[in-house]
Nanobody, 120 residues
Framework: QVQLVESGGGLVQAGGSLRLSCAASGTIFSINTMGWYRQAPGKQRELAAGITSGGTTSYADSVKARFTISRDNARNTVYLQMNSLKPEDTADYYC??????????????WGQGTQVTVSS
């Protein structure tokens, strides 16, 4: 069984910072891409940031220059440093990982979500 456990969400004032963490545990053969999606109230889920096993990153235009994604491959953990937060960053943030168990074909796994609220 594989789990993705997130932490670090909360309430912050506009202009503040938060750091999200997501650790994968269980029987893992390999992890390809990890990252974060977010879903704001009444909106579709969107990709906020992703990072490959080699460290290549991608960001939504709305978070570029404010968010930084990183990962610790030894700990199977991905981080999202969020700076200069805006009220429009308020959303549920979901960690994801494309990974394989027992050398099987990779599939997507999801965390339970962590809430980020930015007050104006």
């Amino acid at each position: 069984q594989v789990q993705l456990v997130e932490s670090g969400g909360g309430l912050v004032q506009a202009g503040g910072s938060l750091r999200l963490s997501c650790a994968a545990s269980g029987t893992i053969f390999s992890i390809n891409t990890m990252g974060w999606y977010r879903q704001a109230p009444g909106k579709q889920r969107e990709l906020a940031a992703g990072i490959t096993s080699g460290g290549t990153t991608s960001y939504a235009d709305s978070v570029k220059a404010r968010f930084t994604i990183s990962r610790d491959n030894a700990r199977n953990t991905v981080y999202l440093q969020m700076n200069s937060l805006k009220p429009e960053d308020t959303a549920d943030y979901y960690c994801y990982a494309l990974m394989s168990q027992y050398s099987r074909n990779p599939q997507y796994y999801w965390g339970q979500g962590t809430q980020v609220t930015v007050s104006s």
